[in-house]
């Protein structure tokens, strides 16, 4: 009996001992297993610059290609952008057109209201005018009221019908307006 109790005060010790022992073996392998983790570490080799030096040959080959194709996309581009200019100019040459239709027809229709027509109308009073003009062409009409003075071209316009005084007053503001290309009744 003694030797069974003196086994179990000699075992707690026995397994700090063994504990220790494999904890400085661990200790002293670190190094060892550390320096091997490195060995396994790939250093460069000649496959490798076998390796850099075929992708350097597959990129200078592609440069010129990649190149061309950027040249290409950015000829597109050059392209679409040119269209866009063409198709605004091609707006601009129209509206151009029918601002100088607008100029003739403005000018042509001045014309119409020259020469001893406005004199007749400018010496006859407003309530004598009025009628005659109203059963004259709406733009003569208007053309010749423009040329009035503002006072006697007022007091014609409100001598005649409603109806025929806005058909004129709209043919004479429309000829007045810069915006207005078509015809103006």
Same mark, same amino acid.
């Given at each position: 009996m003694i030797a069974a109790h003196r086994l179990k005060s000699i075992r707690p010790l026995g397994y700090a001992v063994v504990s220790s022992l494999l904890i400085g073996v661990a200790w002293t392998m670190a190094p060892a297993v550390a320096v091997s983790q490195e060995a396994a570490v790939?250093?460069?080799s000649v496959l490798d610059a076998v390796t850099q030096e075929e992708i350097q040959k597959f990129c200078t080959s592609i440069a010129d290609p990649a190149r061309d194709q950027r040249y290409l996309l950015q000829k597109q581009?050059?392209?679409q952008l040119q269209a866009g200019v063409d198709s605004r100019i091609a707006v601009l040459e129209e509206r151009k057109a029918e601002y100088e239709d607008w100029l003739k027809r403005r000018n042509d229709f001045m014309k119409q209201a020259e020469g001893q027509l406005v004199e007749i109308y400018?010496?006859?009073p407003a309530d004598a005018a009025a009628p005659q003009l109203q059963e004259t062409d709406a733009i003569l009409a208007a053309a010749i009221i423009m040329k009035l003075p503002?006072?006697?071209s007022s007091l014609i316009l409100?001598?005649?019908? *409603? =109806?025929?005084?806005a058909t004129?007053?709209?043919?004479?503001s429309s000829a007045g307006d810069p915006?207005?290309?078509k015809? *103006? =009744?």
């Amino acid at each position: 009996m003694i030797a069974a109790h003196r086994l179990k005060s000699i075992r707690p010790l026995g397994y700090a001992v063994v504990s220790s022992l494999l904890i400085g073996v661990a200790w002293t392998m670190a190094p060892a297993v550390a320096v091997s983790q490195e060995a396994a570490v790939p250093q460069p080799s000649v496959l490798d610059a076998v390796t850099q030096e075929e992708i350097q040959k597959f990129c200078t080959s592609i440069a010129d290609p990649a190149r061309d194709q950027r040249y290409l996309l950015q000829k597109q581009e050059l392209e679409q952008l040119q269209a866009g200019v063409d198709s605004r100019i091609a707006v601009l040459e129209e509206r151009k057109a029918e601002y100088e239709d607008w100029l003739k027809r403005r000018n042509d229709f001045m014309k119409q209201a020259e020469g001893q027509l406005v004199e007749i109308y400018k010496k006859m009073p407003a309530d004598a005018a009025a009628p005659q003009l109203q059963e004259t062409d709406a733009i003569l009409a208007a053309a010749i009221i423009m040329k009035l003075p503002p006072r006697q071209s007022s007091l014609i316009l409100a001598e005649m019908e *409603p =109806t025929k005084a806005a058909t004129v007053a709209s043919i004479m503001s429309s000829a007045g307006d810069p915006t207005t290309s078509k015809d *103006p =009744t």
